[in-house]
């Protein structure tokens, strides 16, 4: 399949959109349906990338998140493998969302990246995330 540049840029804002309307109803359906002083917290844009990572090991930052009473967190990072780590220590508490950068590809020039739908095909395949999340155009 031949995709141009525009293609991916498309694709991904409707994945966005997607995701923040599912976000928007869940978000919805738990206000509607539980009594206000039982409302869970969801951060759902957290970024933990390499330059964190010495100063906030994954547990460090579950313990923050309980001691804030924030229940779950959407992450992402740069490199893509803090995200792997909050995920693979606590499955239920974060949930994996995928961007399109990494070493070399930045927000400036990810649309524009040769690789890209290579590299989101590739990591999306693996069952691991459940959106792409935190692209700049």
Same mark, same amino acid.
């Given at each position: 399949m031949v995709v141009g540049e525009g293609d991916i840029a498309v694709r991904l804002i409707t994945l966005s959109a997607m995701l923040a309307l599912i976000a928007i109803a869940a978000a919805v359906i738990a206000v509607t349906r539980a009594p206000a002083s039982r409302l869970a917290i969801f951060d759902a844009h957290i970024h933990y990338s390499e330059p964190s990572w010495k100063s906030y090991p994954p547990l460090k930052i579950c313990g923050l998140l309980r001691d804030a !009473? &924030? %229940? !779950? %967190? %959407? &992450?992402? #990072? #740069?490199?893509?493998? !803090?995200? +792997? +780590?909050?995920?693979s220590l606590n499955r239920t508490r974060?949930? %994996?969302v995928l961007r399109p950068y990494r070493e070399g590809v930045t927000s400036t020039n990810w649309a524009v990246d040769p690789t890209g739908e290579r590299y989101l095909d590739e990591r999306l395949a693996s069952g691991r995330y459940e959106g792409i999340g935190e692209v700049h155009f």
């Open positions: !009473g &924030i %229940a !779950g %967190a %959407a &992450i992402s #990072s #740069s490199p893509d493998d !803090g995200t +792997r +780590r909050l995920v974060f949930v %994996a």
